[in-house]
């Protein structure tokens, strides 16, 4: 699975190489990060899910980690399959739980007509106006693409995993399977989005627009488009991807906006597993611990909106 949120470039795009893990039997990848005040380590799956080839062969690849890491903690990738449930239960033994549902669209069924119909309003009255262009070679756009992320980082006051500096983003755009859409008012860029495609699936990634982007709903525009563009290259599924923030909120926003475009959902779990059950013991002193709290709960504290635990 060599692309996407699988893919080596990815991970890069997230940490310097010497703080990427390899998985070599499974082939996925995990982020190390310092544990603050100590001189301990643990490790997270690549924001914002984790991927692999072989979801059979993860619990040998922790196992073979020792206790280098204190824990690890990985979104699951919804679309793992069901069959491969108790192979996960067997790698993430502490915690197994669902974590949040995304928003997907199933484009071999009926899709169009699963579209609400102020979704469609609005993305045919931006097209009116909005032009919107298709890239599989997107690292072109870079500086275009990285100004709209300055400004949605100033915007939401973004912190944590999503707040990409630009040469995240660079590296981002250069992932194999990467497609960026665009959308232009009277020749003047208005928004962007950037998906990952990878084998019958593709990932809605990262999204920005101008303040005249935002007032003509060019986003509406984009995700028609893109759904289109999917649907006529056969690709079965996309994963819109959840809500805001760790707790499901049907009524925030950004959930109204992708519940509007998908025709059914599907749950990402929460792993967790500790590696070293002494150090662990000693840094969450105080916290409560089990798959009712946050995990890894010495954590707990300092964890932010777009973390990865809970």
């Not at 192979?87 to 069924?109: G, I, T």
């Not at 045919?124 to 870079?142: F, G, I, N, W, Y």
């Not at 946050?294 to 990865?308: E, G, I, L, N, V």
């Amino acid at each position: 699975m060599n692309c996407g949120y699988a893919h080596p470039g990815y991970w890069a795009s997230l940490a310097p190489t010497e703080r990427v893990l390899h998985l070599a039997r499974s082939g996925g990848g995990l982020v190390l990060r310092s544990i603050p005040g100590t001189d301990r380590y643990d490790a997270t799956g690549p924001y914002p899910l984790f991927l692999c080839e072989d979801w059979s062969l993860l619990a040998d690849d922790f196992a073979a980690l020792d206790a280098e890491p204190v824990s690890v903690v990985c979104v699951l990738d919804p679309f793992a399959p069901d069959q491969a449930k108790d192979a996960l239960r067997l790698a993430f033994p502490d915690v197994f739980r669902p974590y949040k549902a995304h928003h997907v669209v199933d484009l071999a069924a009926s899709w169009e007509t699963s579209i609400s119909n102020h979704h469609l309003r609005n993305a045919r009255k931006a097209m009116m106006q909005a032009e919107v262009a298709v890239s599989e070679s997107p690292s072109s756009h870079l500086e275009e693409w990285a100004a709209l992320y300055a400004g949605l980082v100033r915007r939401h006051a973004i912190q944590g995993p999503a707040r990409f500096s630009k040469r995240a983003l660079a590296e981002q755009l250069s992932v194999p399977g990467a497609v960026l859409f665009r959308t232009a008012t009277d020749g003047v860029l208005t928004g962007a989005t950037l998906w990952y495609r990878c084998m019958d699936r593709a990932y809605y990634h990262l999204g920005a627009y101008t303040e005249a982007g935002y007032q003509g709903s060019v986003s509406h525009a984009i995700f028609l488009t893109a759904l289109r563009w999917f649907a006529e290259r056969d690709v079965r599924w996309l994963d819109l991807g959840a809500g805001a923030g760790v707790t499901h909120d049907a009524s925030d926003g950004l959930n109204r906006f992708k519940r509007g475009w998908a025709n059914g959902t599907r749950i990402a779990f929460l792993g967790g597993r500790i590696l070293d059950a002494d150090a662990y013991g000693k840094l969450s002193a105080g916290f409560r611990g089990g798959n009712e709290t946050y995990f890894p709960a010495y954590r707990a504290h300092t964890h932010m909106s777009d973390s990865q635990g809970v």
